[in-house]
């Protein structure tokens, strides 16, 4: 591939881009506008009973929720989405009970109060009430009669999301750096990345819930399955195709079918269902400040801080990671300056699988385990990627967190289950305004 | 094993409504990518806008079964505009990343709770193909040839598809003769070249983009009229991926290759989806591999082909080495 191929004039495209560009801002503007309209009615129109259900500000999915009438006319019988959220509509205003069926809670997750699995509730006209069940690792039910309800003010929670945003973003950052190295070295859009993180959180799922070795030997194993795996990858395949001179955008759809290959793989051996590991998975929570977490989230941060400190200050210093740059910045010259580009990349895909396993079994950490996860978050990884700059390795760290912090904080104004769409909408504008990233070059891009 | 079952339902998967709707996806693939060479990785959300632009239209809002349709087209162009003034410009990959995305904001905003009173959640739309089977010429009955028939809806909707591919293969057949096709072939081929032709390759590429997403579109309302609903996870990114793998079988930059890619697609699908299944069941495999993971088996399948496919011959079954795509920036 020509790499600086197709770079338009710039003023040719000052020319024909500035109309089309505003036309499209304005339009945006407008649709935004209408979103925000439709969105409305639906919050203040139509009388329903919503909620969340988080355990240890994590949510809690696939709980069944069944609603009642006041005159025992059953209404309807939700479960919980994935980010822990239910909504039922009901017909119009009264009383209804509300219970939650306590044999579809997860192991390890309790009601806090048993006999409080039947709540009566009154709905008033237009109102959407939000009905609270106080969840707790299982253990530390209390019996009380105390309400669930607490009034947190708009700066703890916007403390509470910045850190949930941080500790996304870094995990979001650690499938960055590999994914952002193997394009910056190779130009391949890994669409089988996010699998990478798959395979890395059912490694150590395996050992770890499985095998019954403890988590943090599992995750050290795991983390050394998912290098080998990405060098083996290279090694007999990546590299391979390279050597038979596939084209990029071959590869790019070679890397479609890999991902749905591995992903329906992964549904094979583990089924639909989401699991959590054996150990840490229901820590009681502590506070500090205005941040309420389990201690595995403070860990887990330090342990993807450092690891992305180590791999940052590895690219700055050593003599691997300077020529990794090199190679990343211009394969041709870096291979006539005596640099083995075959090895580097090696190394980097090496490296990148390690890291991405690593990603994973953080998400595994912070969420549950199923064969989508990597899917899901590759998006969001491309997101941060991008943001950043295709291909510079701290542009993708810079992005990843801003992606991460986005879409936390966006929870203050959007429902949650939009969040994600909003960073997504994040990256089409990136496109329109900066389409080289934060710290990425212009003529990357042409 | 009941070779019957699975030989008639191989039969009738090779023009049922799955290889139409896959069809028309297909072809529009095969003008963006197979023609232009532009890499619209979000089809399944022109399919989907389309196809919740109909239901919406007469479920939610009660209006009229042909107004249902024009929505759908229009919002298929703008979604074109939206995702191609910012991209058409920069890299394949750029192109291909950013249509990903949209078309999971497109599902994700459909399945939305907050936006359940519009497009109706994760149940999505029903009611809104009474007008189309109003019309429905065919009597009451099945029609075909001996065990393989289908019944009057059916067979409506298959009618209506098998005429409008036909008029999309029509379409691209005139378009790539004329002096258009040729300037679009040439963008694939070098877009500097083109450009230093004085031609206004960002404007063709647009054109490239409108008109595949639009035939894509055609399929949504394929889709969404022969199963009478629409729900936002037909339209996941599992869908492009189909109608990419067909493109690739058939052989990219031929007009007649999506639809004979999406008819051998489905035949194996279902032939290998229904034998195993049998299988299964019969208890072929032992503990091996139960009835409920025989479905998985199938994806893995379509990945692995995928992947075969590109690494030894890219260009499918009909294509021409010389002529396929994958040189594109």
């Not at chain 2, 022109?46 to 632009?53: D, R």
């Amino acid at each position: 591939m020509c790499r600086n191929g197709g770079a338009t004039h710039p003023a040719m495209t000052q020319l024909e881009g500035a109309p089309l560009r505003r036309a499209v801002i304005a339009f945006t503007a407008f649709l935004g506008g209408l979103v925000l309209l439709l969105a409305s009615p639906a919050w203040a129109e139509g009388e329903a009973l919503k909620g969340t259900l988080q355990n240890q500000g994590q949510p809690v999915n696939g709980v069944k929720i069944s609603v009642v009438a006041e005159d025992g006319n059953p209404v309807a019988a939700v479960t919980t989405g994935a980010d822990g959220t239910w909504e039922v509509p009901v017909p119009k205003a009264g009383k209804f009970k509300v219970t939650l069926d306590q044999t579809t809670l997860p192991s390890g997750v309790a009601l806090k109060f048993k006999d409080k699995g039947t709540l009566d509730v009154q709905v008033y006209e237009g109102n959407q009430r939000n009905v609270l069940f106080a969840l707790v690792p299982a253990g530390q039910q209390g019996s009380g009669n105390t309400s669930g309800e607490s009034a947190s003010s708009f700066w703890d929670r916007v403390a509470q999301l910045t850190f949930e945003g941080f500790n996304l973003g870094l995990i979001i950052a650690l499938a960055a750096m590999g994914l952002s190295l193997v394009f910056g070295t190779t130009g391949l859009t890994n669409f089988a990345h996010g699998e990478l993180l798959t395979l890395g959180a059912m490694a150590a799922y395996l050992f770890n819930a499985v095998m019954g070795v403890p988590l943090i030997l599992a995750a050290v194993i795991a983390v050394v399955i998912g290098g080998g795996l990405g060098y083996l990858q290279d090694r007999f395949f990546w590299g391979q195709l390279r050597k038979r001179g596939s084209s990029l955008v071959a590869m790019m759809i070679i890397s479609i079918g890999l991902a749905l290959f591995l992903r329906y793989v992964f549904l094979f051996l583990f089924g639909g269902e989401s699991r959590p590991f054996a150990d840490y998975n229901a820590q009681p929570g502590v506070q500090v400040g205005p941040i309420s977490a389990a201690p595995k989230n403070f860990i887990a941060m330090a342990i993807e801080l450092a690891v992305l400190v180590i791999v940052g200050l590895a690219l700055l210093k050593t003599r691997t990671g300077k020529a990794a740059r090199a190679v990343a910045d211009n394969p041709a010259l870096a291979a006539s300056s005596g640099i083995n580009v075959e090895r580097v990349i090696r190394i980097i895909w090496t490296v990148g699988g390690a890291i991405a396993a690593l990603a994973g079994i953080m998400l595994g950490l912070a969420q549950n385990i199923n064969y989508q996860m990597g899917f899901q978050i590759l998006l969001l990884v491309f997101a941060g990627v991008t943001l950043g700059g295709l291909g510079t390795a701290f542009g993708a760290l810079v992005g990843s967190l801003v992606v991460g912090l986005f879409i936390q904080l966006s929870t203050l104004v959007v429902p949650t289950e939009l969040k994600t769409v909003g960073a997504l909408l994040v990256l089409i504008l990136v496109m329109l305004f900066r389409p080289q990233g934060i710290l990425g070059r212009r003529e990357r891009i042409g | 094993m009941d070779w019957n079952t699975i030989f008639i339902t191989t039969v009738e998967a090779s023009i049922g409504w799955q290889t139409v709707a896959y069809a028309l996806a297909a072809i529009g693939i095969n003008i963006q990518f197979g023609y232009a060479g532009l890499l619209n990785f979000g089809q399944a959300a022109f399919l989907g806008v389309a196809a919740y632009g109909l239901a919406v239209t007469v479920s939610t809002f009660h209006l009229s079964f042909w107004l249902g349709i024009a929505i759908g087209l229009v919002a298929t162009v703008i979604l074109a505009f939206l995702l191609g003034i910012p991209t058409l410009r920069l890299r394949a990959d750029y192109l291909a990343i950013v249509t990903i995305a949209a078309a999971e904001i497109v599902r994700l905003v459909f399945r939305s709770v907050a936006f359940k009173d519009v497009f109706g959640g994760s149940d999505g739309r029903q009611n809104f193909s009474g007008d189309f089977f109003a019309i429905n010429p065919y009597s009451p009955g099945t029609y075909g040839i001996g065990p393989i028939s289908f019944d009057e809806r059916t067979t409506w909707v298959l009618t209506v598809g098998w005429i409008l591919i036909a008029l999309s293969c029509a379409l691209v057949y005139l378009l790539m003769k004329s002096p258009w096709g040729r300037v679009m072939k040439a963008i694939r081929e070098d877009e500097d070249a083109v450009r230093s032709l004085g031609k206004n390759v960002f404007s063709y590429k647009m054109q490239a983009l409108v008109l595949g997403g639009v035939i894509g579109c055609l399929g949504g309302f394929i889709f969404a009229l022969s199963q009478a609903s629409v729900q936002p996870d037909l339209f996941g990114t599992e869908f492009t991926f189909y109608a990419y793998t067909i493109v690739i079988l058939g052989g990219a930059a031929r007009v007649f290759s999506p639809v004979v890619g999406a008819a051998i697609f489905w035949v194996l699908l279902v032939f290998i989806g229904n034998t195993l299944d049998e299988a299964a069941r019969a208890g072929a495999f032992g503990s091996w591999v139960t009835v409920s993971q025989v479905g998985s088996v199938r994806f893995m399948l379509v990945g692995l082909g995928l992947m075969l496919l590109l690494i030894f011959r890219p260009q499918g079954i009909f294509g021409d080495k010389r002529e396929i795509a994958l040189d594109a920036r």
